[in-house]
């Protein structure tokens, strides 16, 4: 029950609005989760922690690093895809960024950052590093 009792700690934030159901409750409408919805809230979250577009790039090439084994260009290069483009990528490489992703937004949210923006910057990136470094033991390629 740890999950349900956090959430009944969380306030609604995504719910978009209430449906009524076939017994007249009003229940929320919850938009599917996928690659895009989690590097959306993984991007809001690192500008809330005050980083910018290049703390950004600078945490997603760690991640990346963590989790595959290589940067983000190789990546993209060696398995044809698009940069900019992560719907391009193989399906275990989507899956592993969205649980990237989620680890590292979770312990941003959790994480005082303070300083300067220099010491911010930093904070970020080693926050998503070390969540990344927890993750990355999960997928076959690194076993």
């Keep these: ?9 969380q306030p ?3 719910s978009e609005s209430s ?3 076939l017994l007249e409750e009003s229940k929320p409408v919850r938009s599917r ?4 919805t989690v590097r959306k809230d993984f991007t809001r979250t690192i500008q809330d ?23 983000t260009d190789e990546l993209y290069e060696e398995t044809e895809g698009r940069r900019g ?11 592993a960024y969205i649980v990237g992703e989620t680890a ?12 300067n923006k220099r010491e911010r ?9 070390d969540a990344s470094e927890q993750v990355k033991g999960i997928f076959p390629w690194n076993w």
């Design 121 to 129: 910057h930093q904070q970020i990136i080693d926050t998503v590093e």
């Design 33 to 36: 989760v996928d690659g895009a």
């Design 85 to 95: 483009d992560r719907t391009t990528l193989p399906q275990d490489a989507q899956s």
């Design 1 to 9: 029950m740890g999950f349900i009792n956090w959430l009944r700690n």
């Design 12 to 14: 609604e934030e995504n």
């Design 49 to 71: 922690k005050g980083g910018d577009s290049r703390t950004q790039a600078h945490a997603t090439e760690r991640m990346t690093r963590r989790l595959f084994g290589c940067g």
């Design 19 to 21: 449906q009524l159901s």
């Design 104 to 115: 590292a937004t979770h312990r941003l949210k959790a994480t005082d950052i303070d300083g």
